[in-house]
Antibody
Framework: QVQLVESGGGVVQPGRSLRLSCAAS????????MHWVRQAPGKGLEWVAV????????YYADSVKDRFSISRDNSKNTLYLQLNSLRAEDTAVYYC??????????WGQGTLVTVSS | QSALTQPRSVSGSPGQSVTISCTGT?????????VSWYQQHPGKAPKLMIY???TRPSGVPDRFSGSKSGNTASLTISGLQAEDEADYYC?????????FGGGTKLTVL
């Protein structure tokens, strides 16, 4: 069965960096694009970034462009999100989700990132 | 990349029907037939309920249906059940990006 397991969250000071990982299993990882979606405490879902199956294309939400970087290692079945220059408003649960067509059919359970001094 | 507009809350009694609207622009909802809907229970990950405006994934009850007219998409839940109480989010492709709605809390009275 499809499994997506995020890790790497934690408490980080403003301006610092963090790298999130998403370990995928149960499907051919290299055949699917992948998304990162976040959810601030008590708030709605916000799309963050997408990466094509082969890593050839990457797109970002305006709110994170130039600060966050999405990448993947298909040999390790792992998706990454590098978060730089973190701000308080980046505090959220970060979900990875498998892309199928123009929707996300499987989601991980999320990892919490808290930006606080 | 402005969020799609959803009502903050809707409610209905068991057995009734409710409709949740999702309004965007010609650059997202109105421009593509790529609207999806997600159900989220408290503390849980979102679950895909509808994709490509009106297609139900296998395993999703046929009580859930989707439609679109112009810049507004809709999710209708008929025969409401207690377990349908959750937050619902629409999402639209917007040309190299995606945008979510603000979410709607469904209360089953």
């Amino acid at each position: 069965q499809v499994q997506l397991v995020e890790s790497g969250g934690g408490v980080v000071q403003p301006g610092r960096s963090l790298r999130l990982s998403c370990a995928a299993s149960g499907f051919i990882f290299s055949s699917h694009g992948m998304h990162w979606v976040r959810q601030a405490p008590g708030k709605g879902l916000e799309w963050v970034a997408v990466i094509w199956s082969d890593g050839s294309n990457k797109y970002y939400a305006d709110s994170v462009k130039d600060r966050f970087s999405i990448s993947r290692d298909n040999s390790k079945n792992t998706l990454y999100l590098q978060l730089n220059s973190l701000r308080a408003e980046d505090t959220a649960v970060y979900y990875c989700a498998r892309r199928s067509g123009y929707y996300s059919d499987y989601w991980g359970q999320g990892t919490l990132v808290t930006v606080s001094s | 990349q402005s969020a799609l507009t959803q009502p903050r809350s809707v409610s209905g009694s068991p057995g009734q029907s409710v409709t949740i609207s999702c309004t965007g622009t010609s650059s997202d909802v109105g421009g593509y037939n790529y609207v999806s809907w997600y159900q989220q229970h408290p503390g849980k990950a979102p679950k895909l309920m509808i994709y490509d405006v009106s297609t139900r994934p296998s395993g999703v009850p046929d009580r859930f249906s989707g439609s679109k007219s112009g810049n507004t998409a809709s999710l209708t839940i008929s025969g409401l059940q207690a377990e349908d109480e959750a937050d619902y989010y629409c999402c639209s492709y917007a040309g190299s990006s995606w945008v979510f709605g603000g979410g709607t809390k469904l209360t089953v009275l």
